[in-house]
């Protein structure tokens, strides 16, 4: 199986910053937003975004990890923060593929059930094959691929990050 680079690392830190500024844009008038990550490799996106965003703005800057079960994602979802940690704020979910939709719209559904200010969704990789109708309004790149492509990223150790189509 071979693999074709669609993102080298430093591509990916180019997305990092330009999401980072376009989620500062958006939530400017507010104290606080919230960046919740689908585990595992959403919640390494959301911390790289995070740190990003903590360079260029003065808001407060909280994490969240969003553990989805993501063969039954009918299941309930558990998050790192509380509800009441993050109600009434603004909020991003993050993941770093988005693939068929299933995942990310599940897990938008968790955070429907609770008051937000705003709420915003990106990704890293957009691939356009949907099942449901979600979309990233935050996205690093937008491919069209077969549905027999698989896009995977990698984030590696001392910032060895790429994203391939395989």
């Known amino acids: 199986m071979s693999k074709n680079i669609i993102l080298t690392n430093q591509e990916i830190e180019h997305k990092i910053k330009r999401i980072a500024y376009q989620i500062y844009e958006t939530f400017v008038d507010e104290e606080e ?3 919740a990550g689908i585990a595992s490799n959403g919640s390494i996106f959301a911390e790289k975004i995070a740190l990003a965003l903590s360079t260029i703005s003065t ?3 909280s994490l969240c990890e969003v553990i989805v079960d993501k063969q039954n994602p009918h ?4 998050t790192s923060l509380t509800i009441t940690q993050y ?10 593929v988005l693939n068929s939709g299933t995942t990310l719209i599940y897990a938008v559904r968790h955070f429907l059930n609770v008051p937000l200010k705003k709420f915003k969704t990106a990704v ?3 691939r356009n094959h949907k ?7 935050f996205k690093g790149i937008s491919l069209s691929t077969s549905l027999l492509e698989h896009v995977q990223v990698v984030f590696g150790e001392n910032g060895n990050d790429y994203a391939f189509l395989s």
Not at 75 to 78: E, F, S, T, V
Not at 89 to 96: A, N
């Open 87 to 96: 109600e009434n704020k603004g909020l991003v979910l993050v993941d770093d």
């Open 124 to 126: 890293l990789v957009d």
């Open 75 to 78: 299941l309930p979802i558990q």
């Open 131 to 137: 099942k449901y109708p979600v979309k990233a309004d």
């Open 59 to 61: 808001l407060k800057i």
């Open 33 to 35: 937003v919230v960046i």
